[in-house]
């Protein structure tokens, strides 16, 4: 039997735990001092497909003045409303463990889940993360959107591997299933 692609989530958040500013800013993460591309580089050879939210997408084509950075991946982004694709992305609104139950199955690498907080607190709920690989800032930003939304959810997760860059420490867990 084939090896099952996995879900991995690759993601920077401050030391408190939050993944950008309430306004939506990243500025407070390209203060801090880190090591080459903080192991980007290496991850995003791992992955051909690509998961995200509609927000995510939008933050990300305002970021790069509508150029998508991701084109030589299959990109999928959800969108509660019916959205056309586009040469780069394919919009899905559809049920999230039906489409990753899919996804999962066909052949490639590693799927990246990019963001946000609300599609990623979906996809941890319905228990589809196999990988957690979270890079910490050492910056207390105070308040902003949090990398884990409360609920009522449990992930048994087993520590895999540290690395730092320069003053980023990432953090790599399995999900236990």
């Known amino acids: 039997m084939k090896n099952k692609r996995k879900f991995v989530l690759f993601i920077a958040q401050s030391l408190d735990g939050y993944i950008a500013t309430k306004e939506d800013s990243l500025d407070w ?48 982004v959800f969108s509660r409303s019916s959205v056309m694709d586009t040469k780069d992305v394919t919009f899905v609104n559809e049920d999230i463990v039906d489409f990753t139950n899919n996804l999962r199955t066909e052949e490639g690498k590693d799927i990246w889940i990019v963001g946000g907080g609300d599609i990623l607190h979906t996809f941890l709920k319905e228990k589809v993360v196999d990988e957690l ?26 520590l895999k591997g540290i690395r730092t860059f320069n003053q980023f420490v990432e953090l790599k867990y399995t999900v236990n299933k």
Do not use: C
Request: aromatic residues 14%.
């Open 29 to 76: 993460l390209f203060k801090v001092e880190g090591e080459g591309d903080n192991g980007y580089s290496e991850f995003f050879e791992t992955i051909d497909t690509i998961l995200m939210g509609k927000r995510t997408y939008d933050w990300i084509m305002e970021q790069e003045k509508g150029q998508f950075p991701y084109a030589t991946k299959s990109s999928y």
């Open 133 to 158: 690989i979270i890079t910490v800032a050492p910056i207390i930003i105070g308040e902003g959107i949090p990398l884990f939304k409360p609920d009522e959810y449990e992930l048994d997760l087993s």
